[in-house]
């Protein structure tokens, strides 16, 4: 079928006559179609000029990854879209197949809160308030039909094969409706570097799953198994195994490698009994069919032997998880005090009959088990170490780990855990043990569940889709290599049950497709983190410490990480070209840089990082400045650990001086790692005026800090400075410029507070003058951030002749939130 269209503008319009009455003549329809990332949430009201848009879908990736993008269209009446389809993918005579291409219709989730722990703990960035529609599902119908000027998004997904060849493939998508194909420019920049098969990979990706019944003592608040009542049927039928073949799939696909088996439970459902004597005569049937039908399929690098003490008393005793005969004669599930004789007896014949059987089975390099999950308190502290030890008295070589988070019981858990599975918050607050036991040899997998909200990353449904990817990246930063998320698809809690949102699974029931899971946008965030976890590892083979530096450029702690996913985009690529053995930049500036001089770049500069090489010598620290003028300097980066060797310092500054801030001896590489702006910032370095005083707390210390090109990422660098308010109270404040001159101005861009939304305007407008006395307004008033990331204003409007550009804001405070922090604003 030959394309109807291919785009040249922003976003495409197509006018198609509808089928009229004789009598009355029907107006032209109006469609619209454009590329946004997969890190952009978009929502059934976004526009172009909300997601970043793009006239064309283009991605990067190595080989053996999925990379995704998406496809949004909107008319201005209802249609039906009854296929997408793709073209091969060429790179001259070589081809990426469309069997290798995929797509899903995104689903609308309907939130009544924004996510909350504890009754106070917002996250501070959700990427729109609730109550609203968030985009989370990914449809498994083919065909579907969209209402009157609604956006819908579909995701485009590629999977590079291993024995595809490095370069550009380029092809298209086409979305067939009733009222006639749309076509998009599709294109996948493919580097010669292949990442491993997820059962083979050194990264493990655990997540607790109820597929094979309930993990733990609590029961489904219905009564009634997960599987039965979210499909109609329970484990082990013919229905249920056709749906394993799709969970399969998934766990290949989506690189969730950890294979989770609920002992006690897998033990039941065989014909494991205990007689009147006590002794359990076990019966591993169904252990061993569910790990063969997973490990026939390729997707198990780890076993996790899911028998988790603690019991509902944990914070007064702890009980164990045994099998027992009841007054009946059956045998079922009892928790007894962990110091008691049952207990005793259940441990020393349920630990040499796993020890055996994984032996017999030659699982032991693969198995892991639990002693009871968050250990915490003085009870916490006696049952962990006292399970832990009557263990290791049975099977001394068997992998023991739990997910921990309350401290000091989390930090002594470390020191004696084989695997150490700390929750990011613990994690941010006191990584120096987990460290310390990690360099010891030991895994390091970090852990999240309904915490950490507030400004830490997380896999909630309203927070930025992004968050979830750069958990890999974190882990890569970290030198960590696994990832535990306790609730896979317990669908037992409905959505406006939950406290924090989707916490509770990352897959969905489809009743309308019983042979298939419904995947989620969240789902593919955290396998691109996985992903790129991977190319990050291959680098680190051949250059460690850049590899490092690299993921560190983007997060560096759960709480302190980019907000811009245009420079996540950049990050990505410098590794994956170096991964592919490219050097990150060209011209070397050591030179010039060493004895104390600055480089002129030659225009203005988006700088994402500095590549410094070390000889014998090196400074134990080190800043980097970036200028506009060469006049007025701003520290962009600091390096306070030193060890010479490679070094890569991510900046996401825009500048068009760079320098040391003080002469280096031993300096051999200096590389800036960057491109030329596509239009000039005409405010870059510039002084302003600010319609109040900010206060000593939070001042403009240099009066450039919203010209000075170099972004706030955290309240803790100190960049923005404020205006404050009481609760309740509205105000209107502006930032004005001269330009100098009179100069076209046709954008204004303004950085918002990315840590905490609560302290951003409630609108920004944009006015020019000739005089600086009579001003008049440009463009729209906007009232949320309108970039790919949802952290930025962008005005556009008109050309116009103007010497004088004026940034006018309104805020109504919040008890919350009594203040708005402002950082840099571009002119173009």
Not at 330 to 346: C, R, Y
Not at 401 to 410: L, S
Not at 725 to 737: A, C
């Amino acid at each position: 079928m030959r394309p109807s269209k291919v785009l040249a503008t922003i976003l495409v319009t197509a006018s198609i006559t509808a089928v009229s009455t004789p009598s009355i003549a029907q107006p032209p329809t109006h469609t619209q179609v454009w590329s946004a990332r997969a890190a952009t949430h978009v929502f059934p009201d976004s526009l172009p000029s909300d997601t970043g848009a793009s006239t064309a879908l283009a991605l990067d990736s190595a080989r053996n990854e999925f990379e995704s993008g998406q496809v949004v269209i909107r008319r201005d009446r209802a249609f039906t879209i009854k296929r997408v389809s793709f073209t091969p993918l060429s790179a001259g005579f070589r081809q990426i197949p469309p069997s290798e291409l995929s797509y899903n219709f995104v689903k609308f989730t309907s939130l009544n809160h924004n996510s909350v722990f504890g009754g106070n703990q917002y996250v501070y960035a959700p990427s729109r308030p609730a109550p609203d529609d968030f985009p989370d599902g990914l449809s498994n119908d083919r065909s579907t039909t969209v209402e009157a000027n609604r956006t819908q998004p579909i995701w485009v997904r590629v999977h590079v094969p291993k024995y595809v060849a490095g370069g550009v493939y380029r092809g298209a998508v086409r979305i067939e409706t009733d009222h006639g194909t749309e076509t998009l420019p599709l294109s996948v920049n493919v580097r010669p570097v292949t990442i491993p098969d997820a059962k083979d990979s050194g990264f493990t990706d655990v997540e607790w799953t109820l597929f094979f019944g309930t993990v733990s003592y609590q029961p489904p608040p219905s009564g009634v198994e997960t599987m039965l009542a979210n499909y109609g049927f329970s484990p082990f039928t013919p229905k249920w195994w056709k749906l394993m073949e799709d969970y399969a799939n998934l766990r290949r696909d989506y690189r969730n490698n950890n294979l989770t088996l609920p002992m006690n439970t897998l033990l039941l459902a065989g014909n494991t009994t205990v007689d009147e004597t006590g002794k359990v005569h076990f019966d591993f049937s169904k252990v061993d069919q569910v790990v063969k039908f997973f490990t026939d399929r390729g997707t198990v690098s780890r076993l996790e032997g899911f028998w988790v003490n603690a019991g509902p008393g944990y914070l007064t005793h702890w009980d164990v998880e045994t099998l027992a005969r009841d007054a009946d004669g059956k045998t079922v599930k009892k928790n007894v005090v962990w110091t008691s004789p049952e207990a005793d007896s259940f441990i020393k014949q349920y630990v040499a009959a796993v020890r055996d059987h994984v032996k017999a089975k030659g699982w032991a390099s693969k198995w892991w088990m639990h002693v009871g999950d968050e250990p915490q308190g003085e009870s916490g502290r006696e049952g962990w170490f006292g399970i832990h030890d009557k263990i290791k008295a049975i099977w001394p070589d068997v992998k023991l780990a739990d997910a921990t988070f309350h401290d000091p019981v989390a930090s002594e858990v470390a020191q004696t855990e084989d695997i150490l599975i700390p929750n990011l918050l613990n994690y941010e607050w006191n990584p120096k043990t987990f460290d310390a036991e990690r360099a010891k040899g030991k895994d390091l997998w970090l852990y999240n569940c309904n915490i950490p909200t507030l400004g830490y990353l997380n896999r909630f449904i309203d927070q930025p889709e992004y968050y979830q990817r750069l958990i890999g990246w974190l882990a890569a930063a970290r030198n960590a290599n696994g990832h535990l998320h306790w609730a896979f698809n317990n669908w037992n809690i409905s959505m406006d049950d939950q406290d924090v949102k989707g916490d509770f699974w990352i897959v969905n029931p489809d009743k309308n497709h019983p042979d298939l899971l419904e995947r989620t946008i969240r789902l593919e965030s955290q396998r691109d983190g996985i992903e790129d976890w991977e190319v990050v590892n291959i680098l680190k083979k051949t250059h460690p410490q850049l590899a490092m530096d690299l993921a560190k450029a983007l997060v560096s702690t759960p709480g302190t990480f980019t907000g811009d996913v245009t420079f996540l985009d950049r990050i990505r690529t410098l590794v994956l070209d170096a991964a592919a053995g490219k050097p990150l930049a060209a011209r070397n500036l050591a030179a010039a840089i060493r004895s104390g001089g600055s480089v002129d770049l030659g225009a203005q500069q988006q700088v994402d990082g500095v590549y410094l090489k070390w000889g014998t010598t090196h400074p134990a620290e080190y800043t980097i400045q970036t200028s506009y003028d060469g006049v007025n300097w701003v520290d962009a980066g600091k390096r306070t650990t030193a060890d010479g060797g490679e070094d890569f310092v991510g900046l996401n500054a825009k500048a068009r001086y760079i320098r040391l801030k003080a002469p280096a001896e031993g300096l051999l590489e200096f590389k800036v790692a960057g491109a030329r702006l596509p239009h000039e910032n005409l405010v870059a370095g510039r002084t302003y005026t600010k319609s109040w005083e900010p206060p000593s707390g939070y001042p403009d210390t240099t009066g450039r800090e919203s010209t000075d090109g170099v972004i706030s990422d955290n309240f803790g660098d100190g960049r923005p400075y404020v205006i404050q308010g009481k609760s309740g109270e509205t105000k209107s404040f502006d930032v004005s410029f001269d330009l100098g001159a009179r100069k076209t101005v046709r954008e204004v861009d303004v950085q918002g507070y990315v840590e905490y939304s609560g302290y951003r305007p409630d609108t920004v407008r944009v006015l020019t003058s000739d005089d600086g006395e009579h001003w008049t307004d440009r463009g729209p008033v906007v009232t949320r951030p309108n970039d790919a990331s949802g952290n930025r204003w962008l005005v556009r409007f008109d050309p116009v002749q103007a010497q004088h550009v004026k940034v006018a804001f309104t805020r109504t405070f919040t008890p919350s939130a009594d203040g708005v922090f402002l950082d840099d604003i571009e002119v173009y």
